[in-house]
């Protein structure tokens, strides 16, 4: 198991950026994929993007492509998500999770997979 810590989330105008981190301790040198995930105030939790053991392969989800931009430092065992051009409709609570197991060519966004879950980082557009 990992323990995941998010960072990074706040206040922001549409049209802004922000970068989400998600720092990882534990069993850090296991095969993991990190996904990071949302979830606003009376929807159902969504799969934003995902990233490889080795970081060299995400997948996006179609709502934020050419928007967000995941990707991951090995060396610190942190990913990071890079979101611009925000819009009111990407508030939410944004979480980090852990996918044991994954393979680099069948990412998923399914929060069914991931097993470990970060406790959030707040994201508001106004």
């Known amino acids: 198991h990992v323990q995941l810590v998010e960072s990074g989330g706040g206040s922001v105008q549409a049209g802004g950026s922000l970068k989400l981190s998600c720092a990882a301790s534990?069993?850090?040198?296991?095969?993991?994929?990190l996904g990071w995930f949302r979830q606003a105030p009376g929807k159902e939790r969504e799969g934003v993007a995902a990233?490889?053991?080795?970081?060299?392969?995400?997948l996006v989800a179609d709502s934020v492509k050419g928007r967000f931009t995941i990707s991951r430092d090995r060396a610190k065992n942190t990913a990071y998500l890079q979101m611009n051009s925000l819009k009111p409709e990407d508030a939410a609570m944004y979480y980090c999770?852990?996918?044991?197991?994954?393979?680099?060519?069948?990412?998923?966004?399914?929060?069914?997979?991931?097993?470990?879950w970060g406790q959030g980082t707040q994201v508001t557009v106004s």
């Open positions: 534990g069993d850090t040198d296991s095969n993991y994929c």
């Open positions: 999770a852990a996918h044991f197991g994954c393979v680099s060519y069948r990412l998923s966004l399914r929060s069914e997979s991931y097993a470990d």
């Open positions: 990233v490889s053991y080795a970081g060299t392969s995400t």
